[in-house]
């Protein structure tokens, strides 16, 4: 019930491209669900973060997806750019960032000039 | 703000020996997280505190592994006797505490753990 399920493993798109991500969850006391980027050698960053009662929230090239009634969450990167390869994470917790996010397992994203 | 500080970057060790690794959180967070990031597991919430009091340590592997956070502004965690299954990248990340959506962790460099 704590897990957060991710998918693709990896993914390969071209320049241009929008690639999703997907995340499910089980335990409907989640309120906080946010994404973190993370380059080579470096620690996850906050990417962009939404609550269950908005079902999409955008912040320039990045949206997220929300559907509480299926209990999944996705994240869409527009106009992707080779500077957008990197390894994204979704998240999940109670009570927001005050508390312990569970953390899906990682997608690989490659964006191909 | 220099962000979450954390140190040694790398830290080769012997098998049995002692390792401690360190952070700063950012001031003015009041929430500290340990995690640990491997191949095979991914990101593992070890413990975390808040107000500096521990509040969840049942990530924690074993008796082998510690935390402490004596004050706001530091906190430790150490692993005695190290084994080679300890090999990891350990974070530290600090958060606000509140509940304002753009507000999460704030994760440091990470410090990479090699037991041999």
């Known amino acids: 019930q704590q897990q957060v399920k991710q998918s693709p493993q990896s993914l390969i798109v071209q320049k241009g491209g929008i690639p999703i991500i997907n995340c499910a969850y089980e335990n409907t006391a989640f309120d906080y669900f946010p994404w973190y980027q993370q380059f080579p050698g470096k620690g996850p960053a906050l990417l962009i973060a939404i609550r269950p009662d908005v079902s999409e929230k955008k912040e320039g090239r990045f949206t997220i997806s929300f559907n509480k009634s299926a209990k999944q969450f996705s994240l869409h990167i527009m106009d992707s750019q080779p500077g957008d390869s990197a390894t994204y994470f979704c998240a999940a917790s109670i009570g927001g960032a005050t508390n312990k996010l569970i953390f899906g397992t990682g997608t690989l994203l490659a964006v191909q000039p | 703000d220099a962000g979450v500080i954390q140190s040694p970057r790398h830290e080769v060790t012997e098998m049995g020996q002692e390792v401690t690794l360190r952070c700063k959180p950012i001031?003015?967070?009041?929430?500290l997280f340990w995690y640990r990031q491997t191949m095979m597991r991914g990101l593992e919430l070890l413990i975390y505190?808040?107000?500096?009091?521990?509040?969840?340590d049942s990530g924690m592997p074993e008796d082998r592994f510690s935390a402490k956070m004596p004050n706001a502004s530091f906190s430790t965690l150490k692993i005695q006797p190290s084994e080679p299954r300890d090999s990891a990248v350990y974070f530290c990340a600090s958060s606000h505490g509140g509940k304002v959506v753009a507000w999460g962790y704030t994760f440091g460099s990470g410090t990479r753990l090699t037991v041999v």
């Open positions: 001031s003015g967070h009041n929430s």
């Open positions: 505190f808040n107000n500096n009091v521990p509040i969840d």
